[in-house]
């Protein structure tokens, strides 16, 4: 693999242990075991995921929230310290630059994690967008190292090396931690649908690996006795998709809307201006045109992006992500289709290689709420 | 039985540059995919093959593997006329990671002109020294 590729502290273990390629210049594990043991010990257990290829950014000073809420969707305003929201980052257009999370750190301190594809496109965003509001821009991504540690025992495991309580750390609540001795940060936040915990190691140069290896082990085998996986881009993929998360660059990109996306919820449009507002504010009183749905193949066969969806003789829309479903054993996808054929429980065909294939648009998530992810009835 | 780096090639079969592998019978053939092909391919949870009386020609596409994240086509090895496929992988498709050359063979194959083929394909020996050569 090509030596110009960026690597996380983990690449020794990943390189050993996983399986590599190439992700958004990273040279990162798609899988150690494989995919569907990983994805199952997430839904069943708990995972590890390095996560240390996103882009961290801090922003520091007096008008933070004024300039976050001016450059992104979500309320800034209605963020306690300690607290952590879903949200996006749009052009004048209203199409979408970034889907992030915002934690508050403090009153005037904020830290953005964003997508590893858009590093650099996001912090230059956020640079030149800042310059009115006098506050501090500080790309921390190269300085932090952070995973995921997703599933129903995603707390056990976690607790047993930080010295937090975590169970009074709610879903979208931040802490500060020390985790296995060293300084850390915790979110109770994650991209697969089930509850569970994103860790920050603080003191984690990428010269000097050695903190970020030991919280790493250290979780690895606190979790053991759930029967822990470290998890690679493959799990991470199939999980969010049956959580029914967009996937930046397949799900949404510069082209689409948070309305059109159906993320209208990280969406105030009652704020002041924001960049966006406008084009969002237009296009909710016209109504949109095409919607992001879930797919679940009634028949045999997998559906991936770029498929067309047809109905009734008539091209609707085309498939943005798919795979097969590690839990449910069948194929799923989001797709865009016209809004008009946007119906819960509406059959539709997904062309997987010249053939009609049939699928019922579904809710998300695909799994069953009660049974799986956060909201799980224990 | 050979075995290159992490990757059986047992002796007796024929092999393609896309890693099918070809087991002759008189005027029949076996194929299916390679130990090489299968664990690239890693967790294979869907086989489509055409249809048995299908007539297939060398190289050109005879069905498609899928994997959790990808799609690959499975080319002929051989020309000929499909006169059966390996109906248990519909249901158990992991049989070709478990067994790709005995219980996860794909289709058999009347042949057309074998020596034909077999001017394109390689021996064990071949295989064995092209997948190192990959591999390097």
Redesign the interface.
């Known amino acids: 693999m090509s030596k110009s590729l960026k690597k996380t502290h983990l690449y020794e273990f990943h390189r050993q242990t996983g399986?590599m390629i190439e992700f958004a210049g990273f040279e990162m594990p798609?899988?150690y075991k494989?995919?569907?043991p990983e994805h199952m010990a997430v839904r069943n257990g708990v995972g590890l995921f390095d996560i240390t290829h996103m882009g961290r950014t801090l922003t520091t000073g007096a008008k933070s929230e004024a300039f976050l809420n001016y450059v992104t969707t979500n309320d800034v305003a209605a963020l306690t310290p300690l607290s952590a929201h879903y949200s996006n980052m749009c052009n004048e257009q209203g199409g979408i630059k970034d889907d992030f999370v915002l934690s508050r750190l403090e009153q005037e301190k904020f830290l953005i994690v964003y997508n590893a594809t858009n590093r650099t496109k996001d912090y230059e965003w956020l640079v030149k967008n800042a310059q009115p509001f006098n506050v501090k821009v500080e790309d921390a991504s190269d300085n932090i190292a952070m995973f995921a540690v997703q599933g129903p025992n995603a707390q056990a495991t976690l607790q047993k090396i930080a010295d937090l309580d975590l169970s009074k750390v709610e879903r979208f609540k931040c802490g500060w931690t020390k985790l296995a001795g060293l300084e850390g940060f915790v979110s109770r936040t994650g991209y697969t649908g089930e509850d569970g915990f994103e860790v920050f190691v603080l003191d984690a140069r990428l010269a000097n690996p050695v903190n970020t290896v030991k919280v790493w082990k250290a979780i690895l085998q606190a979790g053991e006795e759930f029967g822990i996986e470290p998890c690679g881009l493959?799990a991470r993929?199939?999980l969010r998709l049956e959580a029914g998360m967009c996937l930046y660059g397949n799900d949404i990109d510069e082209t689409t809307t948070s309305l059109e996306a159906g993320l209208g919820f990280v969406v105030k449009l009652k704020k002041d201006s924001f960049i966006g507002k406008e084009a969002l504010t237009k296009q909710k009183a016209e109504g949109i045109k095409r919607k992001r749905v879930g797919l679940i193949m009634m028949e045999?066969?997998?559906p991936?992006p770029q498929h067309e969806v047809w109905k009734d003789g008539e091209k609707i829309g085309y498939v943005t992500s798919g795979?097969?479903s590690?839990l449910l054993e069948k194929g799923i996808a989001m797709a865009y289709i016209s809004v008009q054929h946007a119906t819960e429980g509406n059959k539709v065909a997904v062309k997987v290689?010249e053939k009609l294939t049939e699928a019922q648009i579904v809710k998300f998530p695909f799994y069953d709420p009660t049974k799986y992810g956060y909201g799980r009835q224990k | 039985m050979m075995r290159v780096l992490d990757f059986e090639i047992p002796d007796k079969l024929y092999y393609s540059k896309e890693h099918e592998w070809v087991r002759i019978e008189g005027k029949e053939a076996v194929v299916g995919i390679t130990d090489y092909a299968q664990k690239q391919l890693?967790?294979i949870?869907?086989v489509e093959l055409q249809k048995v009386g299908a007539n297939i020609e060398q190289f050109q596409t005879m069905g498609?593997v899928?994997s959790?994240?990808s799609?690959s086509d499975i080319f002929a090895p051989v020309s000929g006329r499909i006169i059966k496929v390996n109906d248990e992988l519909?249901e158990s498709p992991e049989l070709l990671n478990q067994d790709p050359y005995g219980k996860g063979w794909l289709a058999g194959i009347n042949l057309k002109d074998l020596s034909k083929d077999l001017e394109k394909l390689m021996t064990a020996q071949q295989y064995a020294d092209f997948i190192k050569k990959m591999e390097e």
């Open positions: 399986k798609i899988w494989g995919i569907i493959g993929d199939t045999k066969g997998i991936r795979t097969f590690p290689r | 890693h967790e949870v869907y498609t899928e959790v994240k799609v519909a």
